[in-house]
């Protein structure tokens, strides 16, 4: 059973660094830029909500690439990957992640590649928003995700 | 050279809308840090003493530390620094939230706003682009609506910080909101800006934060977040807040309660962290950048008349409207620190002018009429929250009120002044520093007033593990971590203040070097190895958080020269009236006991507490701080003959006394010091000639006062 990245965004309370050391990675410094996993910040209402692929089920960022730049492996860690030569772009990826996961970073489209099996963003996490763990995300709880961002828009505007 | 340690500085003059951008070298890195010490130092070359604190000439510094912008845990914290139209004083107020992170990755380490907008503007920080926007449509707002309309404007992606109603109204402690409910506290520097007319600054950065040693930076992080890990007092943050505190300060029956008359009030445990989560009335709130500990909380009054919603409440707002003021009604209470926050208003000062009406009135010095209709008595929470939108309006008794209790007092007169619970015109922070006495010396020798935010010597109480085994270093044994102990006191205070001051200067958060004890001095000077490439010994580090010390000082010093260190009368002369501490005092005695050896610690001069010219040579200050010698005291001799000689200080030879002066003091002053009224027209000797009010004296000066003498 593969491992995987669950959020619980109840325990986020937005201190961003997770964002931080995944852009270090890139970067090899601190950035808003450069990161795969960013948080979505209601201030007003203290709700944040990390953003990031989730390796789904339904993935259809494959199905939404023009150039086939997009692959989803059954097993592996992570199962969803760009290939960057091939990427134009185009951001349709973006469009249709229901959970936001996809960042267009320097023309390419940019996914949580879990760090190849040792998550930065989970070491940074000590409240225990962010999860490794070994039980995989159920279905329900990456449903539950996808809801929640869709329906951040309207608390983040207040 | 190194560049990560150079200061890019922006300084805003809001008079004539410009903007000079200025570099400070890396040797002011070595020296300062930057953060709190740098703000020192550029408020004392940047002003002469003396400028009215509402005044264009008062400078409004927003520095901060060269770890913010990097995952340093807690490493988010903003110091803006003032003279405040409170105290006279020098003051520093800290704040977390996310603005600091923001101006860092905009590429600033500082902004000074100078000068005195006409209208009422608002400053864009757009990385490097500065702006000037009309602010007419926001000026009235409340911060949070203020900080809506900015989003909604400008984008969610920025970081706001802005004055409300009580910073318009120049309330002597009105506060400055940021990141929607962080406040930077105490002193009235939302005053400050408000006579700026500055109703706002909205920052946005896209530049990176660069380190010397990411590799080494991150593992040191990770051993850092290790010991957060297994920290109680970090959890306990994390699940309770703040008020996780007052449960324990009442059951110790230390709590300040009516004004500090009493010390434990039953059903105080219904405005503490336990029961406010339990309730469903607090959750978790928005953590400051890079900060794991996330102490700061949420809460909410669903329905009722108290019903609204707001960050926080913290501990002392908590223990300073409530239980202060007998109000054990949490959902009063959480409507007060609603309106505060909205307001812009210092909750703990808010809540020290409330109480000093409350027993004014109670005492028979003032009408209870003085409310306008209002039930001026205590545990009202009714009240609490329509005093508190007084205040901020200056409506009613609100405008006294909105003085503070120093200025409130002087113009009520009779005995008000003795339960004005104040020293340098700050309202003292919820500590009973009568049964604590390592917050009673650091409470005196605070720059800004008695307040916590100065050392907060926690350890003393030796309630957690780290605390005790940082009592037993300083003094090799941890017996002395007893708060009713004075022995040892000045050693544990001097650790904490030169910890916090390096804290403060380098952008991180006093909880994680004091208060949980998790980041010591070892570790930062690791860390600042890693994230600036520079390389401090331990003693380097210690005396760059001392030199700040010393500037905070020597600014307070050149203001008023006859400063003493003290604490608000009633804690001096009042002993607490019941409970396991019925009795303890800080009787003058006690308290000049552990003056004077924290002033030996310091190299201070004795019984005054005024920084010496060898300290200041040792520390390298005489030759780096532009004017520094206006601090140093010296000394006039006074003469008082024949009826004058009644107002001798107490102590003090009338035939000749010391009298120290700073470079603008004229015997004016020294009649004003001493109280000779002027209808006496005495005749003054200045050296032997024929003087008059308005000279200027010097050191060395005689000064010779007799009465009209007539000839015969």
């Known amino acids: 059973m593969s491992k995987t990245l669950g959020i619980d965004w109840r325990k986020c309370i937005g201190c961003g660094s997770c964002a931080d050391v995944c852009s270090a990675r890139i970067l090899g410094s601190y950035s808003n830029d450069g990161s795969r996993i960013r948080i979505l910040r209601s201030e007003l209402h203290a709700i944040f909500l990390p953003i990031l692929c989730l390796q789904c089920e339904e993935h259809p960022c494959v199905a939404s690439c023009p150039v086939g730049a997009i692959q989803f492996a059954e097993e592996g860690c992570p199962r969803v990957s760009v290939l960057e030569a091939v990427c134009v772009g185009c951001g349709s990826c973006a469009e249709v992640c229901p959970h936001r996961g996809v960042v267009i970073f320097r023309g390419k489209a940019m996914m949580c590649d879990l760090c190849s099996g040792n998550p930065a963003c989970v070491q940074m996490c000590y409240s225990g928003a962010l999860q490794w763990s070994e039980s995989g995300a159920p279905i329900a709880h990456v449903r539950q995700h996808a809801e929640q961002v869709a329906g951040f828009g309207r608390v983040a505007d207040e | ?712």
Not at chain 2, 82 to 87: D, F, N
Not at chain 2, 89 to 116: C, I, P
Not at chain 2, 283 to 302: N, T, Y
Not at chain 2, 456 to 482: H, I, N, T, W
Request: glycine content about 12%.
């Open chain 2, 1 to 712: 050279m190194n560049r990560l340690a150079e200061f890019r500085i922006a300084y805003v003059d809001l008079s004539r809308r410009l903007v000079n951008v200025k570099t400070m070298s890396s040797k002011d890195f070595g020296l300062y840090l930057g953060g709190r010490g740098l703000g020192a130092k550029i408020l004392y070359e940047g002003q002469a003493g003396g400028v009215d604190p509402l005044g264009p000439e008062n400078q409004l510094i927003f520095s901060t530390g060269k770890l913010v912008g990097t995952p340093v845990p807690t490493a988010g914290q903003l110091t803006v620094t003032s003279k405040s139209p409170a105290t006279g004083l020098y003051f520093k107020s800290n704040v977390g939230g996310g603005w600091a992170k923001a101006l860092r990755r905009a590429g600033w380490d500082l902004v000074v706003f100078t000068g005195q907008a006409p209208e009422a503007v608002y400053v864009t920080i757009d990385d490097s682009t500065i702006s000037f926007h009309d602010a007419t449509q926001l000026w009235g707002k409340t911060t949070r609506e203020a900080t809506i309309a900015l989003h909604r404007d400008l984008g969610h992606d920025w970081e706001v910080a802005a004055i409300g109603p009580a910073g318009e109204n120049l309330v002597r402690y009105a506060n400055i909101m940021v990141s929607t409910y962080h406040a930077a506290g105490r002193g009235g520097l939302g005053a400050v800006m408000g006579a700026k007319r500055l109703k706002a600054i909205a920052v946005r950065g896209s530049c990176a934060t660069a380190v010397a040693d990411e590799t080494g930076l991150r593992q040191l992080v990770t051993s850092v977040l290790k010991r957060i890990g297994s920290s109680g007092k970090a959890r306990l943050l994390l699940d309770y807040g703040t008020p996780s505190t007052l449960e324990l300060v009442n059951e110790r029956s230390s709590l300040p309660v009516r004004n500090f008359q009493q010390n434990h009030l039953a059903g105080a445990n219904r405005l503490g962290g336990s029961y406010l989560v339990e309730k469903g009335y607090m959750r978790s709130g928005s953590a400051c950048s890079a900060c794991p500990i996330g102490c700061h909380k949420f809460s909410e009054v669903k329905t009722g008349r108290f019903a609204g919603y707001s960050g926080g409440p913290e501990y002392e707002t908590l223990a300073g409207l409530g239980a202060g003021c007998g109000v054990t009604d949490a959902e009063a209470v959480l409507k007060g620190n609603e309106l505060c926050n909205d307001y812009g208003l210092d909750s703990i000062s808010a809540g020290g002018a409330i109480q000093w009406l409350l027993e004014s009135v109670e005492r028979g010095v003032l009408p209870i009429s003085i409310g306008g209709g209002l039930d001026l008595r205590w545990g009202d929470g009714d009240t609490l929250v329509a005093l508190i939108d007084r205040i901020a309006h200056r409506e009613g008794v609100g405008d006294l009120l909105a003085e503070g209790t120093l200025r409130a007092a002087q113009r009520v007169g009779g005995d008000s002044w003795k339960w004005a619970v104040q020293a340098n015109g700050l309202e003292q922070s919820r500590v009973d520093t009568r049964c604590s006495k390592a917050y009673a010396l650091a409470f005196a020798v605070n720059p800004r007033g008695p307040d916590h935010l100065h050392a907060q010597p926690m350890a003393e109480y030796g309630y957690f593990a780290e605390a005790r085994r940082l009592v037993e270093e300083l003094l090799g044994s941890d017996r002395y971590a007893d708060p009713v102990l004075t022995e040892g006191k000045p050693e544990i205070v001097r650790w904490h203040e030169d910890v916090f001051a390096i804290t403060d200067s380098l952008g991180i958060c006093s909880f994680a070097t004091t208060t949980c004890y998790i980041i010591d001095v070892p570790m930062l000077k690791d860390i600042v190895a890693a994230a600036v490439g520079w390389t401090f010994t331990e003693k380097e580090l210690l005396d760059a958080g001392r030199r700040t010390l010393v500037l905070e000082r020597c600014f307070n010093f050149r203001e008023d020269p006859g400063r003493r260190d003290v604490l608000p009368w009633r804690l001096m002369n009042e002993p607490i009236s019941e409970g396991p501490y019925r009795g303890q005092m800080n009787s003058a005695a006690e308290l000049e006991e552990m003056l004077e050896r924290y002033y030996e610690l310091h190299g201070l001069e004795p019984r005054t507490g005024r920084p010496t010219r060898d300290l200041l040579l040792s520390l390298g200050l005489l030759e780096d701080v532009v004017g520094i010698e206006a601090s140093l005291w010296e000394e006039v001799e006074v003469k008082l003959f024949f009826a004058m000689a009644a107002y001798a200080p107490l102590g003090q030879d009338s035939a000749s006394f010391k009298l120290p002066i700073c470079s603008r003091t004229t015997i004016g002053d020294i009649l004003e010091r001493l109280r000779i009224p002027e209808e006496l027209s005495s005749v003054i000797l200045l050296n032997g000639r024929g003087s008059s009010a308005d000279q200027r004296v010097t050191a060395g000066d005689v000064v010779a006062i007799m009465p009209p003498v007539g000839g015969g």
